[in-house]
């Protein structure tokens, strides 16, 4: 699952690391109240994290570096207006081919999908029932893994 609600909005977040909202932290209490399960898998982000210890509710948290959100590296934590007023030739070529453009100080797509791989395949050989707390793109790659990139659609 996606971590709840950061306490920045409306910026390419990447591996800044904001805490939780006060909604956010509603919302991960709310999360799998009614399930329990043996281990929580955790990006080492503080979004990921406290959502993890909001729903684990007893059961083991395990952060697995891996599993972080890709890095934008000169664009984490600026909004998306800010990186078009500052880079616009960068920002145009993004925009045209998302998972070819690498910003300055940025994690390759290639580099990201192979890492979060390796977590998942950690993952799947630990205890059962297992909840993983993630980002966005995490979560897009690991479906990925398992359905085919080709059945993929945004989360």
């Not at 998302?98 to 999908?113: A, I, K, L």
Request: aromatic content about 6%; charged content about 30%.
């Amino acid at each position: 699952m996606r971590h709840a609600e950061p306490a920045v909005l409306g910026a390419l977040l990447g591996q800044c690391d904001p805490p939780l909202s006060q909604t956010g932290r509603v919302q991960a209490e709310q999360i799998m109240r009614e399930i329990s399960i043996a281990v929580v898998y955790s990006s080492p982000l503080r979004r990921a994290r406290e959502t993890a210890e909001l729903l684990a509710r007893g059961a083991k948290i395990e952060i697995v570096d891996d599993l972080r959100e890709i890095t934008y590296g000169d664009w984490d934590g600026r909004t998306w207006a800010e990186i078009e007023a500052r880079e616009p030739e960068i920002a145009r070529r993004k925009m045209a081919d998302w998972h070819g453009v690498t910003p300055v100080g940025g994690e390759s797509w290639d580099q990201f999908v192979a890492r979060v791989k390796r977590a998942f395949e950690h993952i799947k050989l630990g205890p059962r029932p297992a909840a993983v707390v993630a980002h966005a793109a995490v979560n897009l790659v690991i479906a990925g893994v398992e359905i085919g990139y080709g059945e993929v659609r945004e989360l």
